[in-house]
């Protein structure tokens, strides 16, 4: 078996390269020091340890021994985590989708020794096939245009670096944008919605709970019930389909089509987090118990599956896993999740067998219709085909039971078992939402230990606030890798949300700081905006502002200066995020729909501004009562804080619980009971 340099790291997609016949090179000076000396191109290939197609191209070429010769005589091979190294992503990832039109991962890339992109695309076979030219032949064809006309290639690469910097530049700063650009992107949203499917497009049909966030706060601005609608309608749909593991909790990472029924089966902390985040916003403002129950199928999947002893979150769960235990290397999509008839029935018994498959959906020859691949061939996706009736909850309850635990049996998908630290601040958020909005003590504890784990692991703090750094990944006890934007913002906004759980003040400071060093590293000064890496990390910086499976770097950080500025009446935060908006103003005006977190924030500064302080025991019946008429509103431009963690604390009258009501920068009188604090928020 070959082992290659790869072995040395922690990433669980570069250890999945370790022994490729490809003599691999993680992102090093080495690589290139060794691609200058020896008078070689690179391959860059960058992917991640879940990602199907880059398993597909590893069997086809990395594991090739003719192809790994090629790449080994003619090229310096280097391998990028993606989920580690976000912002060689965005950069590479930029370059393949400005000279391609199109982009994905696997991502194919080759640069000269100076890390200079000169030829770039997604996937390539191994032989010509599909209209796609095959790996062997492009790397024949640009060994020989390196050696042959080397010159030009360099002039090419240099080229691209102009290009790409004219590409990412921002329009003007101009004035923030008014409410109309609120309404525009509404209506955009509302000419992609499926009114009968639910989501935004056609298939294929990925989340975007940002999406979720901005319309359910229009709706709370406008009480516009279109806005509401289409989101209650896309988390139904959404819920009901295959692309909800109907039995284990936990939403899958796509459908394949319009239906939301066949997924695309890893599973991604990042979804989970965010979908969580819309379930229980959707419950708070409806009441509909619907969303609650599947908020907490999602926080049962997550406790169950993705938490590590020690707090923290895992990264994702793959798609593909062996049907067989002794065939552990024949993989597939969706074998640890699907099922044929006669599985059902010999573990439930014909009874509650064909109650559970009618249910279900539940066919003898299985129920993808159309299965080009051949990977569902006589087995069942699991969606809600047909209502529960009254009597029959518990006997479907009992039976899901029965076939979670002969799941739990079967070949495991690969888990992804890094911690991501932005990815962790997502995760507490919703978990910390969860205590707020369901009442649940196990979901603050959750949030409590994660936030833990990254003080824990993930805080380096050495004297003076220079040295404060927040680290990005910890796998196998190591932690490594300096935070990019979305680290230090989203663990921000976690530290905030779980400050409203459980009123730690420790929890209040540590987001303040991550917002210092959010300023200190990563403002644009001039221009405004958040760079999404720090100094001299790639060739150009760049100002991500897409909100997409996950949301930008840059509208978590406005978002979270934003409420710190109202939180500890800092004037920097308003005035940093303000910047950012400012600079973003163009492209919110323009292409709304791109940018709805983007959106959220500037609702937020439009918004009356409204903060509820709440002073003396914490402990007392009446302080609960309270904060239970505070959580069970949808109140988005509020803030909640104890008295003493306020700028200017306010007293508890008589020693007893009492709430102050500010709107507006005006303070209401004083009130000492839920149901005259209830008349207040009215």
Same mark, same amino acid.
């Given at each position: @078996?070959h082992?290659?340099?790869?072995?040395?790291?922690?990433?669980?997609?570069l250890?999945?390269? $370790?022994h490729?016949?490809v003599d691999?090179?993680?992102?090093?000076?080495?690589?290139?020091?060794?691609?200058?000396?020896?008078?070689?191109?690179v391959f860059?290939?960058?992917?991640?340890?879940?990602?199907?197609?880059?398993?597909?191209?590893?069997?086809?070429?990395? *594991?090739n021994?003719?192809i790994?010769?090629?790449?080994?005589?003619?090229?310096?091979?280097?391998?990028? =985590?993606?989920?580690?190294?976000?912002? #060689?992503?965005?950069?590479?990832?930029?370059? !393949?989708?400005?000279?391609?039109?199109?982009?994905?991962?696997?991502?194919?890339?080759?640069?000269?020794?100076?890390?200079?992109?000169?030829?770039?695309?997604?996937?390539?076979?191994?032989?010509?096939?599909?209209?796609?030219?095959?790996?062997?032949?492009?790397?024949?064809?640009?060994?020989?245009?390196?050696?042959?006309?080397r010159? &030009?290639?360099?002039e090419?690469?240099?080229?691209v670096?102009?290009?790409?910097?004219?590409? /990412?530049?921002?329009?003007?700063?101009? %004035?923030?944008?008014?409410?109309e650009?609120?309404?525009?992107a509404?209506?955009?949203?509302? &000419?992609?919605f499926? $009114?009968?499917?639910?989501?935004?497009?056609?298939?294929p049909?990925?989340?975007?709970?940002?999406?979720?966030n901005?319309?359910?706060?229009?709706?709370?601005?406008?009480?516009n019930?279109?806005?509401?609608?289409?989101? +209650?309608?896309?988390?139904?749909?959404?819920?009901?389909?295959?692309?909800?593991d109907? #039995?284990?909790?936990?939403?899958?990472?796509?459908?394949?089509?319009?239906?939301?029924? !066949?997924?695309?089966? *890893?599973? @991604?902390?990042?979804?989970?987090a965010?979908?969580?985040?819309?379930?229980?916003?959707?419950?708070?403002?409806?009441?509909?118990?619907?969303?609650?129950?599947?908020?907490?199928?999602?926080?049962?999947?997550?406790?169950?599956?993705?938490?590590?002893?020690?707090?923290?979150f895992?990264?994702?769960?793959?798609?593909?896993?062996a049907?067989?235990?002794?065939?552990?290397?024949?993989?597939?999509?969706?074998?640890?999740?699907?099922?044929?008839?006669?599985?059902?029935?010999?573990?439930?018994?014909?009874?509650?067998?064909?109650?559970?498959c %009618?249910?279900?959906?539940?066919?003898?020859?299985g129920?993808?219709?159309?299965?080009?691949?051949?990977?569902?061939?006589?087995?069942?996706?699991?969606?809600?085909?047909?209502?529960i009736?009254?009597?029959? $909850?518990?006997?479907?309850?009992?039976?899901?039971?029965?076939?979670?635990a #002969?799941?739990?049996?079967?070949?495991?998908?690969?888990?992804?078992?890094?911690i991501?630290?932005s990815?962790?601040?997502?995760?507490?958020?919703?978990?910390?939402?969860?205590?707020?909005?369901?009442?649940? =003590?196990?979901?603050?504890?959750?949030a409590?230990?994660?936030?833990?784990f990254?003080?824990?692991?993930?805080?380096?703090?050495?004297?003076?606030?220079? &040295?404060?750094?927040?680290?990005?990944?910890?796998?196998?006890?190591?932690?490594?890798? %300096?935070?990019?934007?979305?680290?230090?913002?989203?663990?921000? +906004?976690?530290?905030?949300d +779980?400050?409203?759980?459980?009123?730690?003040?420790r929890?209040?400071a540590?987001?303040?700081?991550?917002?210092?060093?959010?300023?200190?590293?990563f403002?644009?000064?001039?221009?405004?905006?958040?760079?999404?890496?720090g100094?001299?990390?790639?060739?150009?910086? +760049?100002?991500?502002?897409?909100?997409?499976?996950?949301?930008?770097g840059?509208?978590?950080? !406005?978002m979270?200066?934003?409420?710190?500025?109202? @939180?500890?009446?800092?004037? *920097?935060?308003?005035?940093?995020?303000e910047?950012?908006l400012? /600079?973003?103003?163009?492209? @919110?005006?323009?292409?709304?729909?791109g940018?709805?977190?983007?959106?959220?924030?500037?609702?937020?500064?439009?918004?009356?501004?409204?903060?509820?302080?709440?002073?003396?025991?914490a402990?007392h019946?009446?302080?609960?009562?309270?904060?239970?008429? !505070?959580?069970?509103?949808?109140?988005?431009?509020a803030?909640?804080?104890?008295?003493? %963690?306020?700028?200017?604390?306010?007293?508890?009258? =008589?020693?007893?619980?009492t /709430?102050?009501?500010?709107e507006?920068?005006a303070?209401?009188?004083?009130?000492?009971?839920?149901?005259?604090? =209830?008349?207040l928020?009215?």
């Open positions: @078996m082992t290659n340099r790869l072995a040395r790291e922690k990433s669980p997609y250890l999945q390269h $370790a490729n016949p691999w090179y993680p992102w090093s000076d080495e690589a290139f020091e060794t691609a200058a000396r020896e008078n070689k191109p860059l290939s960058i992917g991640y340890a879940t990602c199907h197609w880059c398993h597909v191209m590893e069997r086809e070429s990395f *594991e021994e003719d790994a010769q090629v790449l080994n005589q003619h090229f310096v091979a280097v391998k990028v =985590d993606r989920e580690e190294r976000p912002d #060689i992503d965005r950069f590479y990832m930029l370059f !393949v989708q400005a000279s391609t039109g199109s982009g994905g991962w696997p991502m194919s890339v080759w640069l000269t020794p100076d890390r200079k992109p000169f030829f770039g695309g997604t996937y390539f076979p191994p032989d010509n096939r599909w209209g796609r030219p095959g790996f062997r032949a492009v790397l024949e064809n640009l060994a020989r245009a390196w050696k042959e006309d010159a &030009r290639v360099e090419s690469g240099a080229k670096i102009e290009q790409l910097r004219e590409y /990412a530049k921002l329009g003007e700063a101009a %004035d923030t944008p008014g409410p650009v609120l309404d525009r509404y209506q955009g949203f509302r &000419r992609m499926d $009114a009968r499917l639910g989501g935004f497009g056609s298939a049909k990925f989340p975007r709970p940002s999406v979720h901005f319309l359910v706060r229009h709706y709370s601005a406008t009480k019930e279109d806005a509401l609608e289409m989101v +209650l309608t896309t988390l139904q749909e959404m819920e009901k389909g295959g692309m909800n109907q #039995i284990g909790g936990g939403f899958h990472r796509y459908s394949v089509d319009a239906h939301w029924f !066949v997924p695309h089966f *890893e599973k @991604m902390l990042y979804d989970q965010q979908l969580a985040v819309s379930y229980l916003e959707a419950f708070q403002i409806t009441r509909d118990g619907q969303y609650a129950t599947a908020a907490r199928a999602i926080f049962r999947y997550v406790l169950r599956d993705m938490t590590d002893p020690g707090g923290g895992y990264s994702a769960e793959d798609a593909d896993s049907a067989d235990p002794a065939q552990l290397h024949h993989k597939s999509e969706g074998a640890f999740y699907i099922w044929t008839k006669s599985e059902i029935d010999e573990a439930l018994g014909a009874e509650d067998a064909a109650l559970f %009618d249910r279900y959906g539940v066919r003898e020859g129920n993808v219709d159309e299965d080009p691949h051949g990977e569902f061939r006589g087995r069942n996706i699991l969606f809600q085909a047909h209502p009736p009254d009597d029959a $909850a518990p006997r479907l309850k009992r039976a899901a039971e029965k076939l979670l #002969i799941r739990a049996r079967r070949p495991r998908p690969v888990l992804d078992d890094k991501l630290s990815w962790n601040g997502m995760m507490i958020s919703a978990f910390a939402k969860g205590a707020q909005i369901l009442g649940d =003590d196990a979901y603050a504890q959750a409590r230990a994660a936030a833990d990254l003080r824990r692991h993930l805080w380096v703090e050495q004297g003076d606030s220079q &040295r404060q750094i927040l680290l990005r990944r910890h796998r196998e006890g190591e932690s490594a890798i %300096d935070g990019f934007l979305d680290d230090y913002a989203f663990t921000g +906004l976690g530290l905030l +779980l400050y409203e759980a459980a009123f730690d003040s929890d209040l540590w987001a303040t700081q991550l917002a210092e060093r959010i300023i200190a590293l403002e644009d000064g001039e221009n405004g905006g958040f760079f999404s890496s100094a001299g990390s790639t060739l150009l910086r +760049l100002k991500d502002d897409y909100d997409g499976a996950e949301p930008s840059n509208s978590a950080a !406005v979270l200066l934003l409420r710190l500025s109202r @939180m500890t009446d800092r004037a *920097e935060f308003r005035a940093s995020a910047r950012a400012r /600079a973003f103003s163009s492209r @919110m005006q323009e292409a709304g729909t940018l709805p977190q983007m959106l959220v924030a500037r609702s937020y500064t439009l918004a009356t501004p409204r903060e509820i302080v709440l002073a003396g025991p402990d019946p009446e302080m609960r009562a309270m904060l239970a008429a !505070v959580r069970r509103r949808f109140m988005p431009a803030v909640v804080l104890r008295s003493e %963690d306020t700028p200017v604390p306010r007293p508890a009258l =008589d020693g007893t619980p /709430a102050y009501v500010c507006n920068f303070c209401q009188l004083p009130v000492t009971n839920a149901a005259a604090l =209830d008349d928020l009215e």
